[in-house]
């Protein structure tokens, strides 16, 4: 498909930066319906960015990003010009979300996914307990801390590195898991994993100690226990700018401070 033809569908953030990205994007390079767009731009922050994945996921539609938000380190940087030959040169990362799936304390269960991290955290000012078993075998008997995260590669520079957890490179086939505020054991710094295991942690004294689960921006409460895996079945798609791709993001990070 030639670059004149390239179909574009336009998506905005509330912010009025990028409410004002669209009208002008929109009047150059027309704006088709998502499910005719060959592309869909994200126009916003990480927030946002995050959100059009979750809502394209298995679609098959690849998402660009162009920042009009804050930190936008999941996106590509602004410009109203040569956006076709942008995307015509753009680089493609694939992945797999993981799948967070909760047994709950009214009974119920429920399944969400996370591009950046699943994050179990203390739902009262008691510290939580949990028993972390991986691929079957416990590795810890009991973790008492404020929470824990399993995180992605992309989720690995959002709030796993503010939590002190390793940056990975976005085509290593790993995992972090990274504690928060860990008391017992008091020197454990938390593992690197396969993104193929299966992780299980349960809830020890959930009605003394609640505890919530988050995958993104779904929260479920007062959790008894939580299976994570990465899915087989769900794919995501992203273009980035060739001199500025996820690959060099995360390299850059880990030398910015």
């Not at 929109?26 to 946002?48: C, K, M, P, S, W």
């Amino acid at each position: 498909m030639s670059l004149n033809n390239l179909r574009l569908s336009f998506l905005a953030s509330p912010a009025p930066e990028a409410l004002s990205a669209l009208d002008e994007l929109a009047r150059i390079y027309g704006n088709v319906a998502i499910e005719d767009a060959d592309v869909i731009i994200a126009l916003g922050g990480d927030g946002f960015m995050l959100q059009t994945l979750h809502q394209t996921i298995n679609s098959g539609k690849r998402i660009y990003g162009m920042n009009c938000g804050s930190v936008g380190f999941l996106m590509n940087d602004f410009s109203i010009d040569g956006l076709q030959e942008r995307i015509a040169d753009a680089i493609e990362n694939q992945f797999h979300p993981l799948e967070m799936t909760t047994r709950n304390a009214d009974g119920s269960s429920s399944v969400a996914l996370a591009i950046n991290e699943v994050y179990l955290f203390r739902q009262s000012y008691q510290a939580a307990k949990l028993r972390v078993t991986i691929d079957g075998h416990v590795r810890l008997e009991e973790l008492i801390c404020d929470g824990l995260m399993i995180a992605t590669p992309v989720g690995s520079t959002a709030y796993n590195l503010s939590a002190h957890g390793p940056i990975l490179p976005l085509e290593a086939p790993l995992l972090a898991m990274t504690p928060v505020s860990a008391f017992r054991p008091r020197r454990w710094r938390g593992a690197l994993l396969s993104n193929k295991v299966c992780v299980e942690l349960d809830i020890l004294e959930p009605d003394k100690r609640p505890v919530n689960a988050v995958a993104d921006n779904t929260e479920v409460k007062s959790v008894l226990s939580v299976r994570i895996a990465e899915s087989t079945v769900r794919t995501a798609r992203i273009l980035s700018d060739p001199d500025h791709s996820w690959s060099e993001r995360i390299i850059a990070e880990q030398f910015s401070y």
